[in-house]
């Protein structure tokens, strides 16, 4: 269903975007950017600072895409830089402090867990509860990571990228990249394991 | 292994990410220990509902982000030196950076000056309104946007092969064949999910059955959520087919989107509809129930249509 455009393909499009084609470079954005700003959405919970990184990464390809040399993969180039602005603007807003329920929107601020799905009323109330007490629990957790472990679990659970990738794409060892996940997992676990 | 090493490696177990040898060590504990399976069915747990809190992009919020990079990039132009960049392409043609090659370079960058300056001429006209050579081929075809995909030497002179893409503009209703082929073939379009959903958006209510196998592709293929809502919504009109109601069964028991799989439901059963017992619908329901056992709404409704029916709930 989902996919990156074949390899081939791909290096066809990066060699014309870094000729000057614009549709080229249209389309290699367009191959990743959903991707890109879903995952700033869930690492930065905020449709403003989303929309920043979105711009800024792509910003960042497009200037120096004519540098770009194939020494690795171009989507582990692009979120080598996504994963950057990510950890900047965490570490700029210190999100595990400030980060509450309440989530910014273009319409001001609110409450996430109005995001959450919408259960219908004929559902046996407990077994809602019960779900709306993992989500807070999950978003709960999330919040209590460091800024790798999320990124690490971001990009491994949610963005289904190997370890090796993510090493590559964090600039640290595919062990160290291991070591992130299994932190992450293991308080995952904690927190979660009496809910489900 | 023992247990308590097989526990701390679920997820890595899980994500495929354990080296060889330590996944056979922990498959085999895990075939003989009852405590450390149940262990793996909290994980595999707590792992879907993970999942189910991953959200769909907004697809105003991704073309708001889109139409932002287009007026950045419009007045942010990459720093290059023409030369080098023409001397980049020639060079990706297999040639070093040789004086040959540089005069190869110059000689490319000559006639595509040329060709820009006849494409000019072609589109604005020379002084007086006389076109090259005579004609006027190319303005007559409308907005074109062109690509050099290839330079040759040949025995006249040179060999340029262009791609072309011609803007044009089809107007009309839904039921023109024309404007049907566009819109069925825009359905699919793998690159943008907002031209989907409005394509899938134009069609939903046309009764034609290219429009409900459109829509069922987009509902069981489309890996935008947003859209397969869309192409659900067209798929009421069509709910008494056969075919639509295996795809929307497929849809049921296959989606990860809660709310996709809770639309589906509503639309092979609509909540106000009186329901009769009909064996293989009960079978689909049960299987349906089966397959999304952590699904309270589509669980839910179909114990409902079940019980309305009188058809047994008892094979879980």
């Known amino acids: 269903m989902r996919g990156t455009p074949e390899r081939t393909n791909e290096v066809a499009l990066i060699r014309a975007a870094q000729g000057g084609d614009e549709d080229a470079f249209e389309q290699l954005v367009r191959s990743y950017d959903q991707n890109v700003l879903r995952m700033a959405l869930n690492l930065l919970h905020s449709q403003e600072d989303a929309r920043d990184v979105y711009q800024e990464a792509f910003l960042r390809v497009y200037r120096n895409l004519p540098k770009f040399r194939f020494d690795c993969a171009f989507s582990t180039w692009l979120y080598r830089i996504v994963a950057n602005l990510c950890l900047d603007q965490i570490r700029k807003r210190k999100v595990r402090k400030e980060e509450g329920s309440a989530m910014e929107t273009a319409s001001g601020e609110v409450d996430r867990f109005q995001f959450l799905p919408e259960r219908r009323a004929d559902v046996d109330p407990q077994r809602q509860l019960l779900s709306h007490e993992v989500s807070s629990r999950i978003q709960e957790v999330l919040g209590h990571l460091t800024p790798r472990e999320r990124i690490v679990f971001e990009m491994r659970h949610f963005q289904g990228m190997k370890l090796k990738a993510i090493g590559e794409a964090l600039g640290v060892s595919e062990e160290a990249a291991k070591n992130c996940l299994f932190r992450a997992t293991q308080k995952m676990r904690a927190a979660l394991g009496d809910f489900v | ?316």
């Open chain 2, 1 to 316: 292994m023992n247990c308590q090493q097989v526990q701390t490696n679920l997820s890595l177990y899980l994500y495929g990410e354990l080296e060889f040898g330590e996944e056979d060590a922990l498959e085999k504990h895990l075939g003989s220990c009852a405590f450390c399976q149940q262990a793996l069915g909290r994980e595999k747990q707590w792992h879907s509902a993970l999942n189910a809190e991953r959200q769909d992009v907004a697809l105003d919020l991704l073309s708001q982000c889109r139409q932002d990079l287009k007026a950045s990039l419009a007045v942010t132009k990459p720093k290059r030196n023409l030369f080098r960049s023409w001397l980049g392409r020639i060079e990706s043609f297999g040639f070093s950076g040789t004086r040959w090659s540089s005069r190869l370079a110059l000689a490319s960058l000559l006639v595509s000056i040329g060709f820009l300056s006849a494409r000019w001429i072609d589109r604005n006209g020379l002084p007086g309104g006389v076109g090259l050579n005579g004609t006027n081929a190319m303005s007559m075809l409308g907005p074109t946007t062109a690509r050099i995909r290839d330079i040759q030497p040949a025995s006249n002179g040179v060999r340029i092969i262009l791609d072309q893409v011609q803007q044009q503009e089809v107007t009309g209703r839904v039921s023109d064949d024309a404007v049907r082929r566009l819109l069925l073939q825009a359905a699919r379009d793998p690159e943008d999910p907002a031209i989907r959903v409005d394509s899938v958006e134009m069609l939903k209510n046309d009764p034609g059955t290219d429009v409900r196998d459109a829509l069922l592709y987009s509902v069981e293929h489309d890996p935008n959520a947003a859209v397969r809502m869309k192409a659900l919504e067209g798929l009421r009109q069509f709910v008494g087919d056969p075919e639509t109601r295996a795809g929307l069964q497929w849809v049921l028991e296959h989606d990860e989107n809660p709310g996709v799989r809770s639309e589906a439901i509503d639309v092979l059963a609509p909540a106000n509809q009186r329901f009769t017992f009909n064996p293989q619908f009960a079978d689909s329901l049960q299987q349906i129930a089966q397959a999304q056992p952590d699904d309270d709404y589509v669980r839910d409704r179909c114990f409902q249509i079940l019980r309305a029916m009188n058809a047994s709930l008892d094979i879980y």
